[in-house]
């Protein structure tokens, strides 16, 4: 298990000639000369012995297609063993790794892949808090039944393919993966890496993810009104993968900005690490109320909230005239309350009408269109040093429910990533 900062790469499904578009379009449409610089990295990032496309006729193409494909998947004797962590129990409260998951091994067979399918050879899965919320009979984002394989985003190199898959042999792909050292996938939901300039690849999932950075990027900038200068901010999970993004961000905006985490570890990460102007740490012996009374005197501007429960309801008694709530989730309500009528609430909500304040929830699905410039900004102020992520890795399949366990107990900073280099 290691702990490092890096941040990193971008996972974005694009060819050469849909990264010459998109070039075009960002050169034309965005005046600043940095994005113009972003720009051309995408096209130039994507023009690799990965991702290029061959200069061959069409027919020769589809040829040397069938042909690797061919080579690699129709021999019965090329099998792989997978282990895949299947959900053996709807979980009861919060999650068990010892209980409530099992540990599978099976054997696939090349030759039994559908024309459609890849064989992915997983190297680095993310963990994430939806995971949890999706083990849930009632879940509203997809359930897992039982004896399915547990979500899990991630990347990893093709090694085998179906005739119409259309994916090289030896090309990274991201996706879906699931807790699994091989997924079993259609090759058109794994997508291409592109991997920006002074970045390294574990970024696709982290700072320039769609749930981690990315999630962070549009709670801040597109949800309600930024921050502003002189404003006071606070964010709550503040150490953890989302939230240090988020606080980060802010912090861009000239804002001053409070973070919110658990122990003294967290609190001086939040404050020498991430240039915080303070940190709010729930396990102290001081209540709440207290602290933010003594870190926020003049009252609080915009809060990004990604816990719920009682730490919102303590912020939302500080709030200001005008003051913005950007709801990005909920960590405190996921083990055994979401969905069944427990969720714990905000009692002072009232706060809104009396302050003209507003609470807005979202999810970075619903800014698809702006990715282009989101990833822009990202890479811009990360070049700029203004952004970064710290990485938290555990090592080997066997951890990943344990690493699954550690984001609801505060076992880790920043982003959460299972490394399976060492069981592939």
């Known amino acids: 298990r290691q702990t490092r900062s890096s941040d990193q790469a971008i996972l974005l499904t694009v060819t050469t000639h849909d990264a010459g578009a998109l070039a075009s379009s960002l050169t034309n449409f965005m005046a600043p000369i940095q994005v113009r610089i972003v720009a051309l990295f995408i096209f130039l990032s994507t023009v690799s012995p990965t991702n290029a496309v061959p200069m061959c006729a069409p027919d020769a193409e589809a040829t040397v297609g069938a042909k690797a494909n061919i080579g690699a998947s129709s021999h019965p004797e090329n099998t792989v063993t997978n282990k895949k962590w299947v959900l053996h129990q709807r979980p009861k409260g919060s999650f068990c790794p010892n209980s409530d998951v099992q540990l599978e091994t099976e054997t696939i067979c090349h030759s039994s892949l559908k024309n459609d399918e890849i064989l992915v050879q997983t190297s680095v899965l993310s963990c994430d808090a939806f995971i949890r919320t999706m083990l849930d009979e009632e879940a509203h984002h997809g359930v897992v039944p039982i004896r399915g394989t547990l979500p899990a985003i991630g990347f990893g190199k093709v090694i085998a393919a179906g005739p119409?898959?259309?994916?090289?042999?030896?090309?990274?792909?991201?996706?879906?993966?699931?807790?699994?050292?091989?997924?079993?996938?259609?090759?058109?939901?794994?997508?291409?890496?592109?991997?920006?300039?002074?970045?390294?690849?574990?970024?696709?999932?982290?700072?320039?993810?769609?749930?981690?950075?990315?999630?962070?990027?549009?709670?801040?900038?597109?949800?309600?009104?930024?921050?502003?200068?002189?404003?006071?901010?606070?964010?709550?999970?503040?150490?953890?993968?989302?939230?240090?993004?988020?606080?980060?961000?802010?912090?861009?905006?000239?804002a001053r900005v409070i973070g919110v985490a658990g122990g003294e570890k967290k609190g001086a990460y939040l404050v020498d690490s991430l240039n915080l102007d303070g940190?709010?740490?729930?396990?102290?012996?001081?209540?709440?109320?207290?602290?933010?009374?003594?870190?926020?005197?003049?009252?609080?501007?915009?809060?990004?909230?990604?816990?719920?429960?009682?730490?919102?309801d303590a912020l939302l008694s500080r709030i200001n005239p005008g003051a913005r709530i950007v709801i990005c989730g909920a960590i405190s309500q996921y083990s055994g309350r979401l969905n069944k009528g427990l969720v714990e609430g905000p009692s002072n909500y009232l706060k809104l009408a009396e302050q003209n304040a507003q609470m807005c929830g979202f999810t970075v699905m619903q800014y698809m269109m702006r990715l282009p410039f989101m990833l822009c900004g990202m890479f811009y102020l990360y070049l700029r040093g203004k952004v970064h992520l710290t990485e938290h890795f555990e090592t080997g399949i066997e951890s990943f429910p344990h690493a699954l366990h550690k984001l609801f107990t505060g076992g880790h900073i920043g982003k959460m990533l299972v490394d399976l280099k060492n069981d592939t």
Request: hydrophobic fraction near 40%.
């Open 279 to 312: 940190a709010i740490d729930y396990k102290s012996d001081k209540s709440l109320e207290e602290q933010i009374g003594e870190l926020c005197p003049d009252g609080i501007d915009f809060i990004y909230d990604n816990v719920g429960g009682k730490t919102l």
């Open 164 to 254: 119409d898959a259309k994916k090289k042999i030896g090309t990274t792909v991201a996706g879906m993966m699931g807790a699994q050292t091989h997924a079993r996938v259609k090759a058109n939901e794994a997508f291409p890496m592109l991997t920006f300039p002074f970045m390294s690849r574990t970024a696709s999932l982290g700072l320039m993810g769609m749930s981690s950075g990315l999630t962070a990027y549009a709670g801040v900038f597109y949800v309600c009104r930024k921050p502003r200068k002189g404003e006071t901010v606070v964010v709550t999970g503040a150490a953890g993968a989302v939230g240090s993004v988020a606080a980060q961000l802010c912090k861009t905006t000239g």
